[in-house]
T-cell receptor
Framework: EAEVAQSPRYKITEKSQAVAFWCDPISGHATLYWYRQILGQGPELLVQFQDESVVDDSQLPKDRFSAERLKGVDSTLKIQPAELGDSAMYLC???????????FGPGTRLLVL | DQQVKQNSPSLSVQEGRISILNCDYTNSMFDYFLWYKKYPAEGPTFLISISSIKDKNEDGRFTVFLNKSAKHLSLHIVPSQPGDSAVYFCAASGTGNQFYFGTGTSLTVIP
């Protein structure tokens, strides 16, 4: 069964350092999402791509976060510099074109010390 | 402001009985709803969905009910099994495909 891949699964970093997360969506899925989930809360959308274009990044803290999906396939989310409050689970999801159901990867758990 | 709310953070049910998880939303423009199940250290897994043109959708042991006038949906699991123990999130979307998630309900099914 096709799955969304994410790496790394866990990341520990010190504040002010740069971190990057990678996501490979299910093959053929045109839409890719990055979510942040803080413990005890539901996932919150950071950025949504349709193919290589950003559709929605209104909740992305653009002073320190960036995301790209250059070839419309895999994607990278970067944080620079990381802050203590960035500690969370970062989830990637994908969905087929014109369909709404999103399929999630296992997530990257980030701890900023 | 939380547009999707799950007011019960936890629920315990005896194996074989029915589990009912509830979700309320505030935005009347939401027209598509999903339930996800999440185990620790894993991403959410899609369970079942319902569009606003229906009031019920069933898939095996899982049934989702939608009450548009009350802006309320619920997930019924019958019979509940120990493997159902997980955190359940409801999510809703309107135009634009952005989903809003609830805060989750942790279900424990007691053997």
């Amino acid at each position: 069964e096709a799955e969304v891949a994410q790496s790394p699964r866990y990341k520990i970093t010190e504040k002010s350092q740069a971190v990057a997360f990678w996501c490979d969506p299910i093959s053929g899925h045109a839409t890719l999402y990055w979510y942040r989930q803080i413990l005890g809360q539901g996932p919150e959308l950071l950025v949504q791509f349709q193919d290589e274009s950003v559709v929605d990044d209104s909740q992305l803290p653009k002073d320190r976060f960036s995301a790209e999906r250059l070839k419309g396939v895999d994607s990278t989310l970067k944080i620079q510099p990381a802050e203590l409050g960035d500690s969370a689970m970062y989830l990637c999801a994908s969905s087929p074109r014109y369909q709404e159901t999103q399929y999630f990867g296992p997530g990257t758990r980030l701890l900023v010390l | 402001d939380q547009q999707v709310k799950q007011n019960s953070p936890s629920l315990s049910v005896q194996e074989g009985r029915i589990s009912i998880l509830n979700c309320d939303y505030t935005n009347s423009m939401f027209d598509y709803f999903l339930w996800y199940k999440k185990y620790p250290a894993e991403g959410p897994t899609f369970l079942i969905s319902i569009s606003s043109i229906k009031d019920k959708n069933e898939d095996g042991r899982f049934t989702v009910f939608l009450n548009k006038s009350a802006k309320h949906l619920s997930l019924h699991i019958v019979p509940s099994q120990p493997g159902d123990s997980a955190v359940y999130f409801c999510a809703a979307s309107g135009t634009g495909n952005q989903f809003y998630f609830g805060t989750g309900t942790s279900l424990t099914v007691i053997p």
